[in-house]
């Protein structure tokens, strides 16, 4: 319960009874199942669960790449079931970052080129300012007239990173982020992601399925069966592992 000390936390996306299924008849799955849920301006969450529980369906109907079939999702003040194609195109632009596990960085274009793409599609030029801060924070600025093809994995990633910071969105999200990464460069982008979250108030949403990842967050979700089943607070390593081992030992719902 909010004290009257207390400010109530703000929220800046907000999840109600979002259902979303693919098939029909017999072959219908239903990939979320009346998920309401608030993701925290601020902090650092993660979304874990087992394979097929919903976890990327949820993270890409948040982050406007699909629509639910029934319910909302609501980003800052804005309720994304409302709106048409532009308004969401420029939501996606403006609003909402996004880390890639592969990357997607284009390769005909320099670090540099790749972290403003998101401001060069928008016309707008970046405060110079906020660009030395992210470069700084990704620890990028000797590699910036490099090309993908010439950057490791972790350097392409500490790019993609940066392009997601970028515009100044009021939510990233990330798909399994350090999936394609060895462990040394994996840690390195989770520890700038906890960065963009402690030093500048960014507000991060992570997929993931790696126990050790999840630790870096302030809270994980846990889904099965596209419902959010399991909401833990400041995780480590071996209670995320607890009930992961609890949900793989579950029975699968039927229904």
Known sequence: MTTAHEAAPQVAARVRNLTKSYGSG?????????????????????????????????MHCCAALDRGDSGSVVIGEQDLTTLKDAALTRLRREEVGFV?????????????????????????????????????????????????????????????????????????????????????????VLSLLRAAVDDHGQTVVMVTHDPLAAAYCDRVLFLADGRVVHDLERPDREQVLSVMADLAAAPPQVG
């Open 26 to 58: 017999d072959a219908r799955v239903v990939a979320l199942d009346d998920v309401s849920v608030d993701l925290e301006a601020g902090r650092f969450t993660a979304v874990m669960g087992p394979s097929g529980s919903g976890k990327s369906t949820l």
């Open 100 to 188: 890639f596990q592969s990357f997607n960085l284009v390769p005909t274009l320099t670090a540099r080129e790749n972290i403003l793409l998101p401001l060069s599609i928008a016309g707008r030029k970046p405060d110079p300012g906020w660009f030395d801060v992210v470069i700084d924070t990704v620890d990028l600025r000797p590699r910036l007239t490099h090309k993908p093809n010439e950057l490791s994995g972790g350097q392409q990633q500490r790019v993609a990173v940066a392009r997601a910071l970028i515009s100044r969105p009021r939510i990233v999200f990330a798909d399994e982020p350090t999936g394609n990464l060895d462990s040394r460069s994996g840690a390195e």
